[in-house]
């Protein structure tokens, strides 16, 4: 059993600052990533930011120059700082993780955020 708890997400202003937490607990073995993804109304899940077991990162265009997707290996914890928020980036955020061989991926219940104009 993996369980991802996300935290942080909320009502924020254009031009504000959120920083989401994910917490990855129970069978935690050889993590291959963990990332962020989001979903809007009525749209796809969508890559955030994704940083891999060696430290390197990607980031989808949409968090280019805004976000940074950040990790603490000892608490198996994933941080994503946002900045510059627009009412675009209004969506719930997924964590995931991805695991073994395999990629096997876990999703986490996700967090709602909220851009206001």
């Known amino acids: 059993q993996v369980q991802l708890v996300e935290s942080g997400g909320g009502l924020v202003q254009a031009g504000g600052s959120l920083r989401l937490s994910c917490v990855a607990s129970?069978?935690?073995?050889?993590?291959?990533?963990m990332g962020w993804y989001r979903q809007g109304p009525g749209s796809q899940r969508d890559l955030i930011a994704v940083?891999?077991?060696?430290?390197?990162?990607t980031y989808g265009d949409s968090a280019k120059g805004r976000f940074t997707i950040s990790r603490d290996t000892v608490k198996n914890t994933v941080y994503l700082q946002m900045n510059s928020l627009k009412p675009g980036d209004t969506a719930v955020y997924y964590c995931?993780?991805?695991?073994?061989?395999?990629?096997?991926?876990?999703w986490g219940q996700g967090t709602q955020v909220t851009v206001s104009s």
């Open positions: 995931a993780i991805f695991l073994g061989g395999g990629w096997q991926r876990y």
């Open positions: 129970g069978s935690i073995v050889d993590i291959k990533s």
């Open positions: 940083i891999f077991s060696g430290g390197s990162t």
